[in-house]
Every structure is written in structure tokens, then in C-alpha cells.
Nanobody, 127 residues
Framework: VQLQASGGGLAQPGGSLRLSCAVSQSTPVDHYAIGWFRQAPGKEREAVAG????????YYSDSVTGRFTISRDRAKQTAYLQMSDLKPDDTAVYYCATGFLGGWRTYTPQDQGHFYWGQGTQVTVSS
């Protein structure tokens, strides 16, 4: 399974950024979710948001609820993460992944093998 991530970069506090994650068409993932995890320096990887490709059900971590919005293009097997009202604490490497949506809710660092991963994308929030 190949995942192609794009987006990210530098934003000021209160600003916005958008991430994209495309899963290769050669591997149907309609019954799975696509989403993001993030890992800040010195911290464990944590779940951020995920979306079911088939029906659009979503998961958001408490820390991003109300600020981040995840969406998907089912035909393209692509998910998008619109990040608004960014805070310095959002600074991290963001990793896109595909797996069961429930995995986002119950994620622990020991669960990395339950997902397929794309490359990391740096998001830096700083004035």
C-alpha cells in the first residue's frame, strides 16, 4: 500500500494549513479509514483525525476537535485535513496512514503495525 502525503509547512498561530493523503488506486481501501497521526519532538506519536472512506464517519482527537476538519474524496481514495486556528502545540511531523477507524480511537504507540504509513510532513506553528 502506497500513501502519498502533501501539504504542511509553516504557519503563524491562528493560521491555517491543509494536508492531503492519497492512497494508491491499486489497493482499494473503501472499508478502511485514512487519516493522520502526529509526533512532536520528544513525544510519542498520537492520533489526530481519521475518516472512513466508504461513509465519511470521522474521528478527531480532543486536542483538535473544533479546529481541524477532515474530509475525503472517495473516488480518489484521498483524505484532506484542513487545520485552522493553529497553535504552537500543533507543531509536529504529521504522518498519514490507512487502517481501521477504530484504531484511531484506541491508538497506542505499540499499534503502529496496525496501519500502513505514508511519509511524514512537517507542520510548524510559530510567530
Amino acid at each position: 500500500v502506497q500513501l502519498q502525503a502533501s501539504g504542511g509547512g509553516l504557519a503563524q498561530p491562528g493560521g491555517s494549513l491543509r494536508l492531503s493523503c492519497a492512497v494508491s488506486q491499486s489497493t482499494p481501501v473503501d472499508h478502511y479509514a485514512i487519516g493522520w497521526f502526529r509526533q512532536a519532538p520528544g513525544k510519542e506519536r498520537e492520533a489526530v483525525a481519521g475518516i472512513m472512506v466508504s461513509d465519511g464517519r470521522t474521528y478527531y482527537s480532543d486536542s483538535v476537535t473544533g479546529r481541524f476538519t477532515i474530509s475525503r474524496d472517495r473516488a480518489k481514495q484521498t483524505a484532506y485535513l484542513q487545520m485552522s486556528d493553529l497553535k504552537p502545540d500543533d507543531t509536529a511531523v504529521y504522518y498519514c496512514a490507512t487502517g481501521f477507524l477504530g484504531g484511531w480511537r484506541t491508538y497506542t504507540p505499540q499499534d503502529q503495525g496496525h496501519f500502513y504509513w505514508g511519509q511524514g510532513t512537517q507542520v510548524t506553528v510559530s510567530s
